[in-house]
């Protein structure tokens, strides 16, 4: 939050301990809504032998039981997407860097 002129204090949280924070690999997520709260649901999906993939027409069906459930009131979206296209366009310009040094 930060201070405008109705006189709000400006809170500022830092996380501690983050490598103590237990953690899954994900590489899915699946997003629905309520009228309240937005739901994410995070899991793996392993790649699957091209001859075992259940195929109904040209769509191929894959089941897969999610990890992480996480339930986010929607105030909390615009702060999620904005940090996570900022922390996208640092982890960019690292690769783009590091592309040049292999040069």
Same mark, same amino acid.
């Given at each position: ?16 301990? *983050?490598? %103590? ?18 739901? =994410? ?6 790649? *699957?032998?091209? =001859? ?6 040209n769509a191929v069906t ?7 459930? =996480?339930?986010?009131?929607?105030t909390v979206i615009p702060?999620?997407?904005?940090? *996570?296209?900022?922390?996208? %366009?640092?982890?960019? %310009?690292? *690769? ?8």
């Amino acid at each position: 939050m930060k201070s405008d002129q109705k006189g709000e204090i400006e809170v500022k949280v830092q996380p501690i301990k *983050l490598d %103590e924070v237990p953690g899954e690999y994900v590489n899915y997520m699946y997003v629905a809504h309520t009228g309240d709260d937005f739901h =994410l649901y995070f899991s793996e999906i392993a790649p *699957l032998p091209t =001859l075992k993939i259940p195929r109904s027409g040209n769509a191929v069906t894959v089941k897969t039981q999610p990890k992480i459930k =996480l339930t986010v009131p929607p105030t909390v979206i615009p702060r999620i997407i904005e940090a *996570l296209q900022k922390n996208y %366009e640092k982890y960019k %310009e690292s *690769l783009r860097k590091r592309e040049q040094q292999n040069d």
